[in-house]
């Protein structure tokens, strides 16, 4: 009669007991591994962010009211309203700010970028200064500015009649003509500093050699920005920019606690007509048509950036 021997360890120690049921356990792949560690995030980012967003867009397609309960569809009845009514005014408005609030921000921190990869003195202590304005929340800076454009003990008051600029003091904020442009100049003082940091990173990474060359073949300070610097800065340009302008595109606290939309809705932005439509209005439906339109002119603007990249090789 034959006898089964035990299986042994490999290196000749007590023999290992054999699997139960005589088959081996079975162990988890990477990839089953990797999802198992991911499906905590991903629970969490439905239930916050996807059930939200497909909740409220598909809202678009009724008529709902946030004091009154039940819906009626009305299929693409909210859109078309607002297509045929305040949609372009809000959209110009959006648009002025989103490109001022990136502009204006880039410059500033372009410039003093370049001014702080010199060997200025005291840079580090500029540095750190200058990144001041970006540490202070959203909030305060929108208080702080209200109290800078006051009509009666502003600071740009007091500071442009003692220039002799103005006669009288002005209502900056309260004024249609004046208010996007107060806005955007909050706005640019608390977005420069981050752009700053990011250009002076890419500053710091152009091979002084380039410069060197350059300036033996006798090019000037400002053809060897165009013809070295700019080239090597174009892929964190890009990238600034795009996320300036999506930022811009959905900014909403600085907006409503310096004008609330106002004066006559000269300020008001998408981000701010959704809000007073759904929380003011009470009006859930046209708030859900204007968020969905919202979103596809913000993903048409990634869709252009990224095909633009992929085509210059950038990505």
Do not use: C
Not at 64 to 72: A, I
Not at 126 to 149: A, E, T
Not at 222 to 244: C, D, M, Y
Not at 273 to 294: I, K, M, N, S
């Amino acid at each position: 009669m034959s006898t089964e021997t035990a299986p042994r360890d490999t290196d000749g120690g007590t023999p290992a007991p054999p699997p139960a049921g005589g088959r081996p356990p079975r162990s988890l792949g990477d990839g089953a591994f990797a999802a198992l560690l991911m499906l905590p995030a991903l629970a969490m980012l439905a239930a916050i962010v996807v059930y939200p967003l497909v909740a409220s867009l598909v809202t678009a397609f009724f008529e709902q009211s946030l004091v009154e309960p039940g819906r009626t569809f009305v299929g693409l009845q909210n859109i078309t309203d607002l297509l045929g009514g305040d949609f372009w005014r809000l959209l110009r408005q959006t648009l002025v700010f989103t490109v001022g609030a990136t502009v204006a921000p880039f410059l500033v921190g372009l410039g003093l970028a370049l001014a702080l990869n010199t060997r200025i003195r005291g840079r580090a202590t500029l540095r750190g200064l200058l990144l001041i304005p970006w540490l202070v929340p959203s909030v305060v800076v929108s208080f702080l500015w209200m109290w800078i454009f006051n009509a009666n003990y502003g600071l740009a008051n007091g500071a442009l009649e003692a220039l002799g600029l103005i006669d009288a003091p002005r209502a900056w904020l309260a004024a249609p003509g004046t208010a996007m442009t107060a806005v955007i100049i909050a706005k640019t003082w608390a977005s420069f500093p981050w752009i700053m940091v990011m250009l002076l990173a890419g500053l710091q990474t152009v091979p002084v050699e380039l410069h060197e060359a350059a300036e033996t073949d006798g090019a000037g300070a400002v053809q060897r920005f165009f013809a070295v610097t700019l080239p090597h800065l174009r892929g964190i340009i890009g990238i600034v920019l795009l996320l300036e302008l999506i930022w811009n595109f959905q900014h909403f606290d600085l907006i409503y606690v310096m004008t609330g939309g106002g004066p006559a809705g000269a300020t008001e932005t998408f981000a701010t007509a959704v809000y007073e439509t759904a929380f003011q209005g009470f009006d859930l439906g046209r708030a859900g048509a204007l968020g969905l339109l919202w979103m596809v002119l913000l993903l048409g603007m990634v869709a252009i950036y990224v095909r633009r990249s992929e085509r210059e090789g950038q990505l």
